[in-house]
């Protein structure tokens, strides 16, 4: 422990239970922890908890007998992630903002206002792994079921240099078993799920707020009107609730699935059942990050396309500004503006934004 006393840790504080136990661990290594919330959206009762979670925070600072501040990172919330969630919907893609997120506030304005602390590191309650020279290689938690590496896919290596995970050697249940035998009042806290700023909040009035609806037509990709949706830019490729066009007398019977979308023409397509429309064979990913550099030539690696998805064999090779990355075997609803994620065995080597799917 003594070989840590002098060295100061800044521990980002949401409020559950992950995060609590991953400063009371630091603690016990020996370290100087600092507990820091930090508030990115303006709580208006119905969004984020945020005064109830750092009240939370508060408590479990007490408990563990360390300091506690709050610093608020609003306006660069908006500018670098809500805008650019806005500018994504617009355009009829489904982005992930805890992705940006991640790498544009947690490990970046956050990670700057920990080292104006005196911290040199910044540690969290992600399920991950850092690994090799340094600690720059992100790799797997070791409860896989609640492993996180698909969202922090955009950190840089010199960003991972200055991160710990304190939890990520640790199955979920422990960390939960560590937090009851403290006393800790996060201990069986819910776990946070969905996007923060849209809180308890139906996902369509939300966006309502910023992107009015401009209702339009639902067809099948042969011209056929089968119903009226409620804005083009609400529905997600794949999805099958909240249509309403069920029962039609003209169909199969099967269920309808979103197959595309043409915000230009404000037009839904659907089919019905498990058709070839809703399976892709590649899609081309841009702006991508590659932690430890980008393996020469083409290669072959495993892939996630949404977070909670098994490994896919896929191949990797450079086209039309970004990588085409072909599947093993086909897959399904893969989603413009959300993330492929890369990995080689338990390693994330990186990720991109999906801005084509091949069919």
Partial sequence: ?????????????????????????????????????????????????????????????????????????????????????????????TPNPDV????????????????????????TGHYARTGGDLGAKLCKAADKSKDQTYFLCMLSKAQLEDAMFPIGGMQKSDVRGIAASLGLSVAHKKDSTGICFIGERKFRDF?????????????TPDGRTVGRHQGVIYYTLGQRRGLNIGGRRDGTGERWFVVGKDVQSNILYVEQGETDALYARALLATGMNY??????????????????????????????????????????????????????GDECIGGGVIDKVYY
């Avoid at 966006?207 to 067809?219: E, H, M, R, T, V």
């Avoid at 932690?291 to 909670?308: L, Q, T």
């Avoid at 990588?323 to 086909?330: L, P, S």
Wanted: net charge neutral.
């Fill in 207 to 219: 966006l309502s707020g910023f992107l009015p609806a401009q209702p339009g037509d639902i067809k």
């Fill in 100 to 123: 940006l997120c991640n790498a544009e506030i947690k490990f970046a304005a956050f990670l700057d206002h920990a080292k104006l602390l005196g911290a040199e590191k910044l540690a």
């Fill in 291 to 344: 932690i430890g550099g980008r393996p020469e030539g083409d290669f072959a690696c495993a892939a996630k396309f949404r977070y909670r998805q098994g490994d896919q064999r896929v191949r990797v090779s450079r086209r039309d500004g970004g990588e085409y990355i072909a599947f093993e075997q086909r897959q399904r609803a893969v989603t413009p503006g959300q993330y492929a994620v890369l990995y080689q």
């Fill in 1 to 93: 422990m003594r070989e840590n006393k002098k060295t100061r840790v800044v521990c980002g504080m949401s409020g559950g239970v992950d995060s609590a136990v991953a400063a009371y661990l630091l603690k016990e290594q020996g370290y100087d922890v600092l507990g820091v919330f930090m508030k990115n959206w303006q709580d208006d009762g119905e969004g984020c908890s945020a005064a109830a979670d750092f009240e939370d925070v508060k408590c479990v600072c007490a408990s563990l007998q360390i300091p506690y501040y709050t610093v608020n990172f609003e306006k660069e919330y908006y500018d670098r992630v809500f805008s650019y969630f806005l500018d994504e919907y617009k355009r009829g893609r």
